[in-house]
């Protein structure tokens, strides 16, 4: 039997109802309300499985990655205790990234005789001391930052950065149809050898443009304006991610390779200001629902099921122990993973979250979840009330205390968080969905 390959599609903040298979309330580009911004993915979700219950290891966009890579919860690292890491402390820092050293999805399954590529965000570190290339990848193209400008690809600081391998680069167009096209090529130049594509989109993170704004590309001054977008916009830019995603699934099924790759797409947050994330509330930076709870479609002819949803709590480390599994390929014995294989049918989990942001902490034990924000504290019974509504903990005070305790047995395990850990998202306290 051959060994499968990998596609890993990650969307940047997008919320957790955005796509047209998650029930998006939105008209997408047509006007109609019946129609989705999101076809190919509702396609690719009916070819396959749709988690209900999928979650990102952060609120925040780094940290997560940090968790994608290693299979490991991010606090392990350094440079996932900053929310997120940001250009202006990041560079030229040698502790603000993954280190080469530590292995990696990446690393793992290239050893092993895949070929690997990231096409799109790294926001892991910056060179000379941290880079795709030295974590596993063979192939890199994109931005080493977090939000880039959709023409000018330049940073949030002004800097240009678009980058082919190590090298910087200049290229002409607008960087989600650059991105579709060179993960569209990689699939192609593959000649039945096994690899492992990360498709890594900046849609539909800010800025607000779409393939019709150069214009606005060129009058805005600062990249996280305040002062544009829409919610047309937003859904429109979702449009042309999911028409580059088309492209890459027609250039998987040319190429003869449909059957034996696995393609997962997720979000590395809960959505930002534009996104629906209906019923859940909490946008990206909460530790509610809506802030880490997030579309989760996987489809492998070979191995799942056409059609099916779950409910099985997942977590996006969880897809590094997958994927070796699918692979036949061990963790390294030193860096024991924190996720699970979602091939074998892992039951009722227990997941965890912290944030320096607002002092936030979560924990979701089979269906409850216990909350804390700046020192109040929740317990909620999600399989009732996922929108975190009724807070029981005075209802079910034995239920509260022991989950609070499990969530501190398991901090302990973690290192503390830095004193000198940075909060680069600069909110308003009044723009996030406060509990009941």
């Given amino acids: 039997m051959n060994r499968p390959s990998f596609i890993f599609i990650l969307a940047d903040d997008l919320g957790y109802a955005d796509l047209g298979c998650y029930g998006g309330r939105h008209a997408g580009s047509t006007g109609d309300a019946s129609s989705s911004c999101s076809p190919n993915l509702d396609r690719l979700a009916s070819e396959g499985l749709r988690f209900t219950d999928g979650y990102s290891n952060s609120a925040v966009c780094s940290p997560t990655r940090f968790a994608l890579a290693t299979g490991r919860y991010q606090y392990r690292l350094r440079g996932g205790a900053d929310e997120p890491i940001a250009s202006r402390t990041a560079r030229g820092n040698p502790a603000l990234g993954l280190p080469p050293e530590h292995p990696t999805l990446a690393s793992l399954l290239r050893d092993a005789g895949y070929a690997t590529a990231l096409i799109g965000k790294w926001h892991l570190g910056f060179p000379p001391h941290f880079g795709p290339l030295k974590s596993g990848y063979q192939e890199f193209f994109g931005p ?39 993960a569209a090529q990689f699939i192609s130049r593959q000649k039945g050898g096994p690899f ?18 150069e214009a ?48 997962v797409f997720s979000s590395d947050n809960g959505g930002e200001r534009f996104s629906d994330t209906w019923p859940l509330v909490g946008k990206k ?55 699970i294989s979602l091939l074998r049918e892992p039951g009722p989990r227990e997941l965890f979250w912290r944030m320096k942001f607002r002092d936030q902490k979560a924990a979701r034990i089979g269906d409850w979840k216990y909350l804390s ?64």
Avoid at 144 to 167: A, I, P, Q, T
Avoid at 321 to 332: E, I, K, N, R
Avoid at 404 to 418: L, V
């Fill in 216 to 263: 606005e590309s060129r009058r805005i001054a600062d990249i996280a304006h305040a002062d544009g977008g829409s919610v047309q916009t937003y859904f429109t830019m979702i449009r042309q991610m999911d028409e580059g995603i088309g492209r890459v699934l027609a250039a998987l099924d040319e190429s003869g390779a449909r059957q034996d790759t696995m393609v």
């Fill in 285 to 339: 930076m909460d530790l509610l629902e809506g802030g880490i709870r997030v579309p989760y479609i996987a489809r492998w002819p070979r191995g799942f099921a056409a059609g099916r949803t779950t409910a099985q709590a997942a977590i996006t480390m969880d897809w590094v122990a997958t994927f070796l599994d699918a692979a036949g390929v061990a963790p390294h014995p030193a860096y024991p993973l924190d996720g």
């Fill in 196 to 213: 492992f594509l990360s498709l890594h989109y900046t849609a539909p993170h800010w800025p607000w443009e779409t393939r019709e704004d």
């Fill in 373 to 436: 924000i700046e020192g109040d504290e929740f317990l909620y019974d999600l399989v009732r009330d996922s929108r975190e509504r009724a807070n029981l903990r005075h209802r079910h005070p034995e239920k509260f205390e022991a989950l609070r305790a499990r969530y501190q047995e398991w901090e302990a395990t973690m290192p503390a968080i830095p004193a000198d850990a940075k909060v680069s998202f600069v909110t308003s306290k009044a723009t996030l969905a406060q509990p009941s």
């Fill in 144 to 182: 080493m930052s977090g939000g880039v400008d959709y023409f000018r690809h330049c940073d949030s600081g002004g800097k240009h950065d678009l980058y082919d391998g190590e090298e910087e680069v200049r290229r002409e167009g607008y960087l989600t149809d650059l991105l579709s096209e060179r």
